[in-house]
């Protein structure tokens, strides 16, 4: 029996939870007049411009400047779009997705294998994140160098769900780790301090989050990260079968607006920068070094050679982990995950 199916019935309930402190709205496309506004300065309707809900996933945080440089330099509205960036967590967000009351999402490659190993048709148009944004991470006196260094050990993380967890498993299943020898322990979001507190001996960890604050901090931080021993598909731009099938222009418009706020983000994060200081006030003042500190450790996940184009052999590798970890019973299509032809598109 796979060691891990006990707890992969609570896993499927949990796994698209994130750390955000308030739910997500149920949206429709375009919102009914009655939605309240976000609470991030952002286009406002305007003639002629068609209304979309983005479902983010998150609360509001530099992670997302590609997507606020895109609104705030017009890149949505010359597409024919106004954006509304919908915040929080959402545990039905690919059943949103399926069955299209919500029809783009920012979200992960195992979320989109999910939603389709259970009917949904969610499908992945947009690379956005290169590399899975997961680690372990430890102290450097913690003489954990290697992923078979954590047996034996305590390794917090904050529950068995999303993509920490996810992290973890790809990490176990790709090197070999004997799970019956590593103490899970859940510490909810407080890996920083469980780690400074000897509470545990590694963490696992968003890339972008705790490593940055506890450098900032003057510690010494190893990471072990999930992307070096597993190609795993992580967070792009999610749509469904029926608005690819009946307005493809707009998925292609939406494509379109954020590959240029990414490649403009990487090309000037200073600008990058300003810019999420007017969507997200609360991250200047004393946030400010953090906040520049994340966007540069998210740019390094970001960057790379043919943006937004999805790699169909980490499609594949991803799926097959899940199914071999018991994650989906249901093998989806690789090809049906995903499609690059709005990349393409967006970039002629």
């Given at each position: 029996m796979n060691k891990f199916l006990p707890i992969i019935a609570l896993l499927l309930?949990?796994?698209?939870?994130?750390c955000g402190p308030s739910p997500l709205a149920t949206p429709t496309s375009p919102p009914p007049t009655d939605t309240a506004e976000p609470d991030v300065a952002q286009s406002s309707p305007s003639a002629g411009l068609r209304a979309v809900v983005l479902g983010m996933g998150f609360i509001p945080n530099v992670q997302f400047a590609p997507f606020y440089v895109a609104d705030s330099k017009g890149y949505f509205a010359d597409e024919g779009i106004t954006v509304q960036f919908n915040y929080g967590t959402e545990d039905d967000l690919l059943k949103l997705?399926?069955?299209?009351?919500?029809?783009?999402?920012?979200?992960?490659g195992d979320q989109v294998i999910l939603a389709q190993s259970q009917g949904l048709p969610a499908v992945y148009v947009a690379n956005f994140y290169r590399q899975f944004p997961i680690s372990?991470?430890?102290?450097a006196d913690r003489n954990i160098r290697t992923p078979k260094d954590l047996e034996g050990k305590k390794v917090g993380l904050p529950g068995l769900y999303g993509a920490n967890y996810i992290g973890w498993l790809a990490l176990a299943h790709a090197t070999g780790i004997d799970a019956d020898r590593v103490t899970l322990q859940s510490i909810g979001y407080t890996q920083a301090a469980a780690l400074q507190q000897?509470?545990?001996?590694?963490?696992?960890?968003?890339?972008?989050?705790t490593p940055v604050q506890l450098q900032l901090e003057g510690e010494e931080v190893v990471e072990l990260k999930v992307s070096d021993y597993?190609?795993?598909v992580s967070n792009g731009m999610i749509t469904n079968e029926q608005t690819i099938a009946q307005d493809p222009a707009l998925v292609r418009g939406m494509v379109k607006a954020f590959l240029r706020g990414l490649r403009d983000t990487l090309h000037?994060?200073?600008?990058?920068?300003?810019i999420t200081l007017q969507y997200v006030?609360?991250?200047?003042?004393e946030n400010l070094e953090v906040t520049e500190a994340v966007l540069h450790a998210?740019?390094?996940?970001?960057?790379?050679?043919?943006?937004?184009i999805s790699k169909r052999e980490d499609w594949v590798v991803s799926r097959d982990f899940m199914k071999d970890v018991g994650l989906i019973e249901q093998t989806p299509d690789v090809d049906k995950l995903f499609t690059n032809t709005f990349v393409v598109a967006a970039s002629e």
């Open positions: 309930v949990l796994l698209l939870a994130g997705i399926g069955t299209d009351k919500l029809q783009f999402a920012i979200g992960s372990v991470a430890s102290f000897n509470l545990v001996d590694a963490a696992v960890v968003y890339i972008v989050n597993l190609k795993l000037n994060p200073d600008e990058a920068l300003e006030p609360e991250s200047g003042g998210s740019i390094e996940l970001w960057q790379g050679d043919d943006l937004g």
